[in-house]
């Protein structure tokens, strides 16, 4: 097996590869892939590698997010959350590391560096999906 750059490849080196369904996440001290401003993270779908097509949080494909949030003091806050909004996290491999109901802060206290996928619901409805590094 031989490593080759996919498109432009990252700017910096990466720290950590893991596969989850179709895509290969890429985490480093990068602040670019494929030529897109995507701070620390970034995925690669690898069936279609050929066309070199790279997530990142400016990809078309990835819905515009209703909430935002940000990470302070290893606190996940999140903007305007409805008191029946469901929080999920979730690490690569798909394991829920936590689950909270109308709460919009939730606490990352015990948790490992790594990746992790947000996706929050209203109902049954998913109305964000994001990809958080927490230190």
């Known amino acids: 097996m031989e490593w080759e750059s996919v498109g432009t490849g990252v700017n910096q080196p990466v720290t950590l590869l893991a596969i989850h369904d179709s895509l290969l996440y890429m985490v480093g001290k990068f602040t670019v892939a494929g030529d897109k401003a995507s701070p620390n993270i970034a995925a690669l779908n690898i069936h279609t590698v ?34 029946n909004d469901h929080v999920s996290l979730y690490t ?31 109902t049954d409805k998913r109305i964000s999906t994001d990809k958080i590094m927490i230190h």
């Open 50 to 83: 050929n066309t070199a097509k790279i997530w990142n949080r400016s990809t078309e494909k990835i819905p515009a997010l209703p909430v935002g949030f940000r990470i302070f003091q290893s606190v996940l806050e999140i903007d305007k959350l409805q008191h």
């Open 92 to 122: 690569l491999s798909g394991r829920c590391v936590r689950k909270v109901t109308g709460r919009s802060k939730v606490s990352l206290s015990g948790l490992a560096s790594q990746p992790l996928v947000v996706e929050i619901y209203r």
